[in-house]
């Protein structure tokens, strides 16, 4: 069955392509969630296997790492291999690896595991967006990628919400490892029902996977996160430098393969036809900001609401219900909004999220030292709802008017950013907090929440461009 043939049938039958929806949405709920969970069970984590920082964030931006490094060539995998195959390919692995961090007994061990996620993830994530966009078309396509951003936002918001649930229920005495082990049951009923309501979508792509641009992306990503979370630690020798410069010189070289490979008529893993969309350069590096910046505040916050507020992992979370609910608000209704407003509510998000940000630096005072929960809620849900306004969205804009050919590999150089994003913006972000811990964790949050204003406002350059 090819692209085409796949969308009839699913045209007509709307349980059934409904069903299909839930099931790799329920994928990319867990993958997504798996990022931000960990974040509230930290404090426990660390205390429970003598963790030291460098471990913390590596545990975090690890998944992020291989996640990101190996999406690219995740995508290539489905267009050659079938995209429901590596679906479940990755539903498997990411289980499995789930399992062994719930049982993981170190840090150690933990952070090898957390990597066997990212790879699991790394194979089923493309695969969501491809299958979206070639199983729906025209309305229906509208309400896939307004459900897949809604989820994608939920997953984010909410992950800190169910991790402290999950802590405080203790169930079995697991405390924060059912945070890992809650993906299991869930991950093997999805694979079961994979191959009854996904179809097989098959590509014409018969060339060969592009392993040395594989290896190209992944040491080039590999280097600059390697760096910006050991360098801190490390007082950052000259190594460190030199891994950023060679992380540098690695992307470049995988450009220029890419370009060789189209001349040479082999396909590459990336087409660099993609980028001659000004529509997509935008749009992905609007991705790179959003997701960066989200990633990187969600760790913060936790840290600084159990750390440094002594606050619980379930009054923590419920603390995250502030901004999630007015995220969930906002992205169901972004279509509605966006009509309304005869244009997608993109810069409205954005500079809605910049004013939450702003609030509640002012909330926790000019140098951190806290005040009353109530302002910061309010800071939160101002963040919240502007955070929805452009999530659920943007996807949707910057797969806009892409042809069909181009669905696994757009859908991986997207999911790649989004990915690539979280791990370095925690890394980045974990160099400006840690590195101001000496002032206390108000001190170190104010300071994180400074560069988060100015990300929001780039954000809201990039998609003003965009629309």
């Known amino acids: 069955m090819n692209d085409i043939d796949a969308a009839v049938p699913y045209a007509e039958l709307s349980i059934k392509r409904w069903l299909a929806l839930a099931v790799i949405l329920a994928g990319t709920f867990m993958v997504t969630l798996d990022f931000f969970i960990v974040n ?117 918001a909410c992950g800190q919400v169910i991790g402290g649930l999950l802590i405080r229920a203790d169930a079995l005495g697991l405390g924060w490892r059912a945070c890992f082990l809650v993906n299991v049951p869930i991950g093997l009923a999805a694979w079961a029902l994979t191959g009854v309501v996904v179809p097989d979508i098959q590509t014409r792509s018969r060339s060969s996977l592009d392993m040395r641009g594989a290896a190209l992306v992944a040491a080039a990503i590999g280097a600059v996160l390697f760096a910006l979370i050991e360098g801190r630690e490390q007082n950052w020798p000259l190594w460190t430098w030199l891994c950023i410069v060679a992380s540098a010189v690695l992307l470049a070289r ?29 749009g992905l590096l609007a991705v790179l900001v959003l997701f960066g910046g989200v990633a990187s505040f969600f760790f913060v916050l936790a840290l600084y609401l159990q750390r440094g507020r002594g606050l619980g992992p379930l009054p923590s979370g419920l603390v995250f219900t502030a901004l999630a609910l007015p995220f969930t608000a906002t992205s169901l209704n972004a279509g509605r909004i966006g009509r309304w407003l005869g244009r997608p509510p993109l810069v409205p998000g954005a500079i809605g999220m910049a004013a939450g940000l702003v609030a509640l630096r002012l909330a926790i005072g000019w140098e951190g030292t806290g005040g009353p929960l109530l302002p910061m809620l309010g800071a939160l849900v101002i963040d919240g709802a502007g ?80 629309e």
């Open 40 to 156: 509230v069970a930290i404090p426990s984590m660390q205390n429970d296997l003598h963790a030291g920082t460098a471990a913390i964030e590596w545990i975090v931006a690890g998944y992020g790492l291989a996640y990101a490094a190996l999406l690219i060539t995740g995508g290539r995998l489905g267009d050659l291999y079938g995209r429901r195959a590596i679906f479940n390919y990755g539903l498997a692995i990411f289980s499995l690896a789930s399992a062994a961090c719930g049982v993981a007994p170190n840090a150690a061990i933990l952070v090898i595991a957390r990597a066997m996620q990212g790879v699991g993830a790394a194979l089923l994530a493309p695969q969501v967006l491809a299958i979206v966009g070639t199983l729906y078309t025209g309305a229906n396509r509208a309400r896939a990628f307004a459900a897949y951003g809604a989820v994608l936002g939920l997953s984010s």
């Open 254 to 282: 995988f450009v220029l393969h890419q370009r060789q490979r189209t001349a040479l008529c082999l396909a590459p893993l990336i087409d660099p036809a993609l980028f001659d969309v000004r529509r997509f350069r935008i």
């Open 387 to 466: 955070m929805g306004l452009v999530m659920a969205p943007l996807v949707a804009a910057v797969l806009a008017g892409l042809p069909a050919r181009h669905a696994g590999a757009a859908a991986g150089v997207l999911a790649t950013a989004q990915q690539l994003a979280n791990a370095l913006g925690v890394a980045a972000v974990g160099v400006a907090f840690f590195g101001m811990l000496g002032g206390g964790y108000g001190g170190a949050f104010a300071v994180s929440l400074d560069w988060l204003v100015v990300l929001a406002l780039g954000l809201a350059a990039l998609v003003w461009r965009l």
